[in-house]
């Protein structure tokens, strides 16, 4: 079922072999991620198959600490030589580094139990055992459906269909040991429109899940496509001003998104967030309620133990409008006298570090017509573009695109309009939450309304 790593050696042995090697080596303390992936993308456009790549991945990241010192390394050679020597560099290279007193590894009362994995929904045999014939079916029926919605989608991006079957494993030196297969699956189109002034008008939709049932019908996701291009011809710009402003599902991802990235651990000891000193206080609207949740089946932040080995947990970021607090890892709690949520990330390449997994802004009863209708003119966003966002401050100011609304109906499309306010304040005015709950990846949010935002246009 899962992919193997070398020569008959499963993933977990990998990991086992390169902690005991750098043991014996001199590490005081030390564990190994080994990540192992069969990756497959095919890509079409005009109903020809553009590109088809088939790739096979292995790699194992060891990280030694000796003393508070600490080396991180990465290595595909994993021949039994090979390891080996890269093993004992790992230790010397440690040893050479500077010292930090909160490095270290969890401690083993934290460490999640790997039979949890089996529960999750994080491996479908249906996507491993999908042929490229169907892979390329798929690709051609979303690109296709696109082209059949609308006589005005003149041309497309493609379509592509990516898969992965893999698995991960972790083996630290205090006697942690865990893995568990993974499959995902992502369908994507872009369609393009002709507006009367020539200007070609891009409509972009995906899906992305563990599991084939899950994935959006290809048809629907070339639909979908094919009206947010439509949409936006004729789009104008209008006069600035402040006035309400509508997230649609995915943009309001991008909020949850920024929100996250200033409420880690990390974030917080560098000063880089404007959420500190803040836990326990209101922070956003009553209606907000924001979680983190990694236990939830099938989703693609899912995971049983995080990137230390620590068991997952369900973390409230936001809970009624109060800020709950921060997302650690181990050593960022001990930097900052704290207790890790079970929210390490963690990269071949890289010391584990907090990040979010499966971010939720949980629904709210109003249907997505009824937020409108509440709206005598404002903003409908769809598409967001440029990085304005500063976490340490929160201040926000990003490229969007969109519907203006008047009378709580979406009136027409408008464009190159820049929206700007504080995430904080933003937070504090939602005023309402849709009930459509939509997944986009690792995260999932309704449609939102913020009661007032400057809307910069002509």
Same mark, same amino acid.
């Given at each position: 079922?899962?992919?193997?790593?070398?020569?008959?050696?499963?993933?977990?042995?990998?990991?086992?072999?390169? @902690?005991?090697?750098?043991?014996?080596?001199?590490?005081?303390?030390?564990?190994?991620?080994?990540?192992?992936?069969?990756?497959? %993308?095919v890509a079409v456009r005009l109903g020809e198959v553009e590109k088809l790549i088939e790739a096979g991945s292995l790699g194992l990241g060891l990280r030694v600490i000796i003393g508070g010192r600490t080396a991180v390394c990465s290595t595909s050679d994993l021949t039994p030589a090979a390891l080996e020597q890269f093993a004992a560099e790992t230790v010397e290279l440690a040893a050479i580094s500077a010292p930090d007193e909160f490095a270290g590894l969890p401690d083993p009362s934290l460490f999640g139990r790997p039979a949890d994995a089996a529960a999750l929904g994080l491996y479908d045999e249906r996507i491993e055992a999908l042929s490229t014939d169907e892979k390329?079916?798929?690709?051609?029926?979303?690109?296709?459906?696109?082209?059949?919605?609308?006589?005005?989608? %003149?041309?497309?991006?493609?379509?592509?269909?990516?898969?992965?079957?893999?698995?991960?494993? !972790?083996?630290?030196?205090?006697?942690?040991?865990?893995?568990?297969?993974?499959?995902?699956?992502? !369908?994507?189109?872009?369609?393009?429109?002709?507006?009367?002034?020539?200007?070609?008008?891009?409509?972009?939709?995906?899906?992305?899940?563990?599991?084939?049932?899950?994935?959006?019908?290809?048809?629907?996701?070339?639909?979908?496509?094919?009206?947010?291009?439509?949409?936006?011809?004729?789009?104008?710009?209008?006069?600035? %001003?402040?006035?309400? @402003?509508?997230?649609?599902?995915?943009?309001?991802?991008?909020?949850?998104?920024?929100?996250?990235?200033?409420? %880690?651990?990390?974030?917080?000891?560098?000063?880089?967030?404007?959420?500190?000193?803040?836990?326990?206080?209101?922070?956003?609207?009553?209606?907000?309620?924001?979680?983190?949740?990694?236990?939830?089946?099938?989703?693609?932040?899912?995971?049983?133990?995080?990137?230390?080995?620590?068991?997952?947990?369900?973390?409230?970021?936001?809970?009624?409008?109060?800020?709950?607090?921060?997302?650690?890892?181990?050593?960022?709690?001990?930097?900052?006298?704290?207790?890790?949520?079970?929210?390490?990330?963690?990269?071949?390449?890289?010391?584990?570090?907090?990040?979010?997994?499966?971010?939720?802004?949980?629904?709210?009863?109003?249907?997505?017509?009824?937020?409108?209708?509440?709206?005598?003119?404002?903003?409908?966003?769809?598409?967001?573009?440029?990085?304005?966002?500063?976490?340490?401050?929160?201040?926000?100011?990003?490229?969007?695109?969109?519907?203006?609304?008047?009378?709580?109906?979406?009136?027409?499309?408008?464009?190159? @309009?820049?929206?700007?306010?504080?995430?904080?304040?933003?937070?504090?005015?939602?005023?309402?939450?849709?009930?459509?709950?939509?997944?986009?990846?690792?995260?999932?949010?309704?449609? @939102?309304?913020?009661?007032?935002?400057?809307?910069?246009?002509?």
């Amino acid at each position: 079922m899962t992919a193997r790593a070398a020569e008959g050696i499963s993933a977990l042995d990998l990991a086992r072999r390169a @902690v005991q090697l750098a043991r014996r080596a001199g590490a005081e303390q030390c564990d190994a991620i080994v990540v192992t992936g069969s990756e497959s %993308t095919v890509a079409v456009r005009l109903g020809e198959v553009e590109k088809l790549i088939e790739a096979g991945s292995l790699g194992l990241g060891l990280r030694v600490i000796i003393g508070g010192r600490t080396a991180v390394c990465s290595t595909s050679d994993l021949t039994p030589a090979a390891l080996e020597q890269f093993a004992a560099e790992t230790v010397e290279l440690a040893a050479i580094s500077a010292p930090d007193e909160f490095a270290g590894l969890p401690d083993p009362s934290l460490f999640g139990r790997p039979a949890d994995a089996a529960a999750l929904g994080l491996y479908d045999e249906r996507i491993e055992a999908l042929s490229t014939d169907e892979k390329i079916r798929l690709a051609l029926a979303a690109e296709a459906a696109a082209f059949a919605a609308d006589t005005r989608i %003149t041309n497309t991006d493609g379509a592509s269909l990516s898969t992965h079957v893999g698995e991960v494993a !972790l083996v630290n030196s205090l006697g942690f040991e865990g893995s568990y297969p993974a499959t995902s699956i992502s !369908l994507a189109v872009e369609a393009i429109a002709d507006d009367a002034e020539g200007k070609k008008r891009n409509g972009y939709w995906f899906s992305a899940e563990r599991s084939l049932s899950r994935l959006v019908d290809p048809e629907e996701v070339g639909r979908t496509a094919a009206r947010r291009a439509v949409d936006q011809l004729g789009a104008r710009k209008p006069a600035t %001003t402040r006035v309400p @402003v509508v997230f649609e599902p995915m943009m309001a991802v991008s909020l949850l998104r920024h929100l996250a990235g200033c409420a %880690t651990g990390d974030a917080l000891y560098r000063g880089a967030t404007f959420l500190a000193g803040r836990e326990g206080q209101p922070l956003a609207s009553p209606l907000v309620t924001i979680v983190d949740d990694p236990r939830l089946p099938g989703r693609f932040g899912t995971r049983p133990f995080d990137g230390e080995g620590v068991a997952t947990r369900r973390n409230v970021l936001v809970e009624t409008g109060t800020f709950r607090g921060f997302l650690f890892d181990c050593y960022t709690a001990r930097r900052l006298g704290r207790t890790t949520t079970g929210s390490a990330s963690r990269s071949l390449e890289s010391a584990p570090s907090p990040s979010s997994s499966n971010l939720v802004l949980e629904p709210g009863s109003l249907a997505p017509g009824k937020i409108l209708t509440g709206v005598p003119e404002g903003l409908y966003v769809t598409a967001l573009m440029g990085a304005g966002f500063n976490p340490a401050t929160g201040d926000y100011s990003r490229g969007a695109a969109g519907f203006w609304i008047e009378n709580g109906q979406l009136a027409y499309p408008v464009t190159e @309009v820049n929206i700007s306010g504080n995430l904080a304040a933003m937070l504090a005015d939602i005023d309402a939450v849709g009930s459509d709950l939509t997944w986009f990846g690792s995260a999932a949010a309704p449609t @939102v309304r913020i009661r007032e935002m400057t809307v910069s246009g002509r």
